[in-house]
């Protein structure tokens, strides 16, 4: 039991983190096409067919590019601070659930590495952690441009995780849980929390937005101002492995706001789908349904990027402070006057 | 003091709305207006495969005519390279030997002809200047190239290519 447990969570692991590695390489070629095809152009169509292998000659030219580390940088910060980037990416993941268990014979194997009970928290943490990559980096580097780039990630950061973790309140007062799986659980068939929570989700995802350092909130990398930001003096697979993290912070966060927001694998019709489906593909369909919603919320990221121009520094910390922030303290004064109201009666 | 006109204004910034302080109606609207971009043509031609068609009085790179013989027209004369402002064209020429009568239409003609690309400015003026009707500006975009010396275009390049014999 013991070693085909590990075995199991074993092949678990790999499988998610191969296909966060391949959906974020495809992410770059999508973001390309899609910002071609929202302003009227093709976007890559050289590399076979589509440009279908555009991903794989980015990654081959980045890794073939002379690596350049400053003269005066602090030379272990500069070179850890790219890898700290993308492992927090890409830890998020561990505790997404990402389909109901599979019953396979006797067996059941869950689709999430571990269910912790204060998943929401962990997740919360390891957005709080992937900052740390981007700040290494930019103070390391020694360069103003650079060194500006990382004070605007981490102060970013602090502003916009105290309006998520409070959109977060709102919704655990309606899931009465921190476990991700429960919260999945609770949003059988149409019961989204979306539903319950529309102003919290909107919180949530401009906060999310800020948290991945994207557009409209890209100031850290902000090229007009301070030439790429935290990773100006980054050069090769070093740059190659920032980027990249920006592309798994996008699908974890998408996958996040999937299941917390928009019933992750849960969808309408699910009871009478399921069944007919059998043990096995019922799960797996309920994970592709979670995987179309992950990528209609990595769509929306890059649409919004393609359309709305980058705020300004004030415009920003007045978004977070002012704005988001009283919203979001609202949000959960209401959520909780509601579920009182409607428990007393 | 008074104004020298009556054109001046006086701008208010005036303070923004509701809707404009929570930028979402704006928001929402800018992301109409790009999703409507989404399913437009697109305006990209896709270069070397398909070529966009020349207006009819297109100049592009030289081509030394043939006549209806399959004869080189051009017999050195030298008034293309002598209306050439930029100096592009040089030329030697020489004497038709008999053998080469189906080579070349009259008793001389250019041994060597040769264009600087890179100093031609494609106005048309050895077109115009041209008595036998040996020289015209009818080919494509003159490719690019890495070596200045491969911009010169001999008679190699130049002449058109023979008719063929049916």
């Known amino acids: 039991m013991e070693i085909s447990f590990v075995i199991e969570k074993f092949i678990l692991v790999v499988i998610i983190f191969a296909i966060s590695l391949v959906i974020a390489m495809y992410s770059t070629y999508a973001e390309r096409k899609v910002a071609a095809f929202l302003q009227d152009r093709l976007g890559p169509d050289r590399a076979g067919p589509f440009g279908m292998f555009q991903p794989l000659a980015d990654g081959l030219k980045m890794l073939m590019k002379e690596e350049i580390v400053p003269a005066e940088s602090s030379r272990w910060l500069f070179m850890m601070a790219p890898g700290l980037a993308i492992f927090t990416a890409c830890i998020g993941t561990a505790v997404i659930p990402w389909g109901s268990d599979i019953h396979l014979g006797s067996r059941i194997i869950p689709l999430q590495v571990t269910d912790i009970n204060v998943g929401v928290l962990y997740i919360f943490g390891v957005v709080s952690l992937g900052v740390y990559g981007v700040m290494i980096g930019g103070w390391a580097s020694n360069n103003k441009y650079s060194l500006l780039g990382a004070i605007r990630a981490a102060s970013q950061n602090i502003s916009y995780e105290i309006a998520m973790g409070l959109s977060i309140i709102a919704l655990l007062l309606v899931t009465n849980s921190m476990s991700l799986k429960e919260i999945v659980e609770g949003q059988h068939g149409w019961h989204w929390n979306v539903l319950y929570q529309p102003l919290g989700f909107l919180i949530f995802m401009v906060c999310s937005f800020a948290e991945t350092n994207r557009a409209p909130f890209d100031l850290p990398e902000c090229e007009t101002e301070l030439i790429g930001g935290y990773h100006t003096e980054y050069s090769s697979m070093k740059l190659g492995f920032y980027l990249f993290a920006e592309y798994i912070n996008m699908f974890v966060s998408s996958a996040v706001m999937a299941t917390l927001y928009f019933g992750g694998y849960n969808y309408p019709g699910m009871d009478t789908l399921g069944p007919i489906l059998g043990p096995v593909f019922g799960p797996l369909f309920g994970t592709v349904i979670l995987f179309a919603k992950i990528f209609i919320f990595i769509f929306f990221f890059m649409w919004v990027r393609w359309t709305i121009p980058r705020f300004r520094y004030d415009q920003l910390m007045d978004l977070g402070w002012k704005v988001l922030m009283p919203l979001a303290i609202a949000n959960v004064i209401i959520t909780g006057i509601v579920i009182a109201i409607v428990e007393k009666f | ?166």
């Open chain 2, 1 to 166: 003091m008074e104004p020298l006109t009556n054109k001046k204004k006086i701008l208010v910034q005036k303070p923004l709305t509701f809707a404009e302080r929570i930028y979402l109606p704006a928001i929402l609207s800018g992301l109409g207006i790009t999703m409507s971009h989404f399913f437009k043509k697109e305006a990209t031609i896709r270069y070397p495969e398909v070529q966009r068609e020349m207006s009819i009085n297109w100049r592009g790179m030289h081509s030394l005519k043939r006549d209806e013989d399959g004869k080189e027209r051009c017999t050195a004369c030298g008034l293309c390279a002598l209306s050439c402002p930029a100096e592009a064209i040089t030329m030697i020429a020489a004497e038709r030997k008999p053998e080469e009568k189906d080579l070349y239409r009259e008793e001389k003609y250019a041994s060597v002809y040769e264009i600087n690309m890179l100093r031609c400015i494609f106005c048309g003026l050895c077109e115009e200047a041209c008595p036998k009707e040996a020289i015209y500006l009818d080919g494509p975009i003159v490719p690019a190239d890495y070596l200045r010396k491969d911009f010169i275009y001999g008679k190699d390049k130049l002449v058109e290519q023979p008719l063929v014999k049916k």
